[in-house]
């Protein structure tokens, strides 16, 4: 039995330039998590895929469907997002915002799924009922720093019928700092990457049939 191809899949991303940032401590953190309840897991910095803004895809498409600008950000989307089953994006926050580049990442997406490629039917179908999770790094502690963040991945969890399953924020500056953060994001960040795939997810309608109780009874 191969158990590598049979482990769940979960592709973690991050939006970060800086391989020794604070962004990246709490993507390893996740990883080491992840990879502790023998999920299968994948490590990305977006920038090494991405290298243009989306453009009119009406004036630059390839004559065959496919999209004419000439980075590995096919291979990203098609190889490592759309076969996982979890997804979680690790991006500083600047502006009160995602990095360029994760937003670049949700923009580029449209060129797969918009019905002038010649796959969007299974490109839409494969970019739904994911697991998602999202971490900050910021050095502001302020709250309203993420919540437009927050906000923009609950809406696309919801949009593409995904579980928006947990967020973790940690604070820190000057590169790794966000290690000695007294509210232990570093640990928070393994337990969402052990937790990603079976985390409790409630997001009820008001005539959703429910229990009254979120946790069992013991």
């Given at each position: 039995?191969?158990?590598?191809?049979?482990?769940?899949?979960?592709?973690?991303?991050?939006?970060?330039?800086?391989r020794?940032?604070?962004?990246?401590?709490?993507?390893?953190?996740?990883?080491?998590?992840?990879e502790?309840?023998?999920?299968?897991?994948?490590?990305?910095?977006?920038d090494?895929?991405?290298?243009?803004?989306?453009?009119?895809?009406?004036?630059?498409?390839?004559?065959?469907?496919?999209c004419?600008?000439?980075?590995?950000?096919?291979?990203?989307?098609?190889?490592?997002?759309l076969?996982?089953?979890?997804?979680?994006?690790?991006s500083?926050?600047?502006?009160?915002?995602?990095s360029?580049?994760?937003?670049?990442?949700?923009?580029?997406?449209f060129?797969?799924?918009?019905?002038?490629?010649?796959?969007?039917?299974q490109?839409?179908?494969?970019m739904?009922?994911?697991?998602?999770?999202?971490?900050?790094?910021?050095?502001?502690?302020?709250?309203?720093?993420?919540?437009?963040?927050?906000?923009?991945l609950?809406?696309?969890?919801?949009?593409?019928?995904?579980?928006?399953?947990?967020?973790?924020?940690?604070?820190?500056?000057?590169?790794?700092?966000?290690?000695?953060?007294?509210?232990?994001?570093?640990?928070?960040?393994?337990?969402?990457?052990?937790?990603?795939l079976?985390?409790?997810?409630?997001?009820?309608?008001?005539?959703?049939?429910?229990?009254?109780?979120?946790?069992?009874?013991?």
């Amino acid at each position: 039995m191969n158990t590598l191809t049979e482990s769940p899949k979960l592709l973690i991303l991050v939006g970060s330039p800086r391989r020794d940032g604070n962004s990246a401590a709490l993507a390893a953190a996740v990883q080491r998590g992840a990879e502790e309840g023998g999920t299968q897991v994948q490590l990305r910095f977006v920038d090494d895929y991405i290298s243009s803004f989306l453009r009119d895809c009406r004036t630059c498409r390839l004559p065959s469907g496919e999209c004419s600008i000439n980075d590995s950000f096919r291979s990203l989307f098609i190889d490592g997002f759309l076969p996982a089953q979890a997804v979680i994006f690790c991006s500083p926050i600047y502006w009160y915002g995602l990095s360029g580049q994760m937003k670049s990442f949700f923009d580029r997406t449209f060129c797969y799924y918009a019905a002038s490629h010649p796959e969007s039917v299974q490109v839409a179908e494969g970019m739904t009922r994911k697991r998602i999770g999202l971490v900050l790094a910021s050095e502001e502690t302020y709250p309203g720093a993420s919540l437009g963040i927050i906000h923009q991945l609950q809406e696309f969890s919801r949009y593409t019928r995904s579980e928006f399953a947990g967020v973790v924020r940690g604070f820190g500056n000057s590169r790794g700092e966000v290690t000695r953060d007294p509210n232990s994001p570093v640990s928070a960040a393994e337990q969402l990457g052990r937790e990603i795939l079976e985390r409790k997810y409630s997001d009820f309608r008001h005539d959703t049939p429910r229990s009254g109780e979120v946790w069992p009874s013991r």
